[in-house]
């Protein structure tokens, strides 16, 4: 199938994140150390040209500025993100039905969360002809801003296991 067919899917884990006391889990910042290193995820999407048509970002307080970030380096090219509370804390199965519910008018989708379901969703969905080097290295440690690109000729209803080319796990910094 010819590449105008496929859709790609981006797994990105939220900038690092603060720890405040007496803040709660959901509404953790960005760390410095994240909103500086934060853009770089988008730069690297729009340098390689990974435009996302359709963002599904957690509700938490650092993917969200994480998605921020990464909307200010993709500028009049980025859609408005789709922010679902069912992200946050998903496992590997609802993250999976989360994506299975896109519309196939979307070619890229971008979704960003938390570990470790985004190393395990990027586990189960690698096929055998992925890039070896990148499952190799989101399999051994999945850093903030780790990132995995993923391809499919399948429609997103239909991904569930083994069905998306790794094609790229990067960590812009």
């Given at each position: 199938?010819?590449?105008?067919?496929?859709k790609?899917?981006?797994?990105?884990r939220?900038?690092?994140?603060d720890?405040p006391?007496?803040?709660?889990d959901?509404?953790?910042?960005l760390?410095?150390?994240?909103?500086?290193?934060?853009?770089?995820?988008?730069?690297?999407?729009?340098d390689?040209?990974v435009?996302?048509?359709?963002i599904?970002?957690s509700?938490?307080?650092?993917?969200?500025?994480?998605?921020?970030?990464?909307?200010?380096?993709?500028?009049?090219?980025?859609?408005?993100?789709?922010?679902?509370?069912?992200?946050?804390?998903?496992?590997?199965?609802?993250?999976?039905?989360?994506?299975?519910?896109t519309p196939?008018?979307?070619?890229?989708?971008?979704?960003?969360?938390?570990?470790?379901?985004?190393?395990?969703?990027?586990?189960?969905?690698?096929?055998?002809?992925?890039?070896?080097?990148?499952?190799?290295?989101?399999a051994?440690?999945?850093?903030?801003?780790?990132m995995?690109?993923?391809?499919?000729?399948k429609n997103?209803?239909?991904?569930?296991?083994?069905?998306?080319r790794?094609?790229?796990?990067?960590?812009?910094?």
């Amino acid at each position: 199938m010819s590449d105008h067919h496929l859709k790609r899917l981006v797994l990105l884990r939220h900038a690092k994140s603060d720890y405040p006391l007496g803040v709660s889990d959901h509404e953790r910042p960005l760390a410095s150390r994240g909103n500086r290193e934060a853009p770089a995820a988008g730069a690297w999407l729009r340098d390689h040209g990974v435009i996302p048509d359709f963002i599904v970002t957690s509700d938490a307080l650092r993917t969200r500025s994480t998605c921020a970030w990464v909307m200010s380096e993709l500028g009049e090219k980025a859609p408005t993100p789709y922010l679902d509370s069912r992200v946050y804390g998903a496992s590997s199965t609802k993250l999976c039905a989360i994506i299975n519910e896109t519309p196939d008018t979307v070619t890229t989708l971008l979704v960003i969360g938390h570990q470790p379901v985004l190393q395990e969703l990027a586990m189960r969905l690698a096929s055998i002809d992925s890039d070896e080097e990148a499952v190799y290295e989101l399999a051994m440690d999945y850093p903030t801003l780790g990132m995995t690109v993923m391809e499919t000729a399948k429609n997103w209803a239909e991904i569930d296991g083994r069905d998306m080319r790794v094609t790229n796990f990067v960590v812009p910094r």
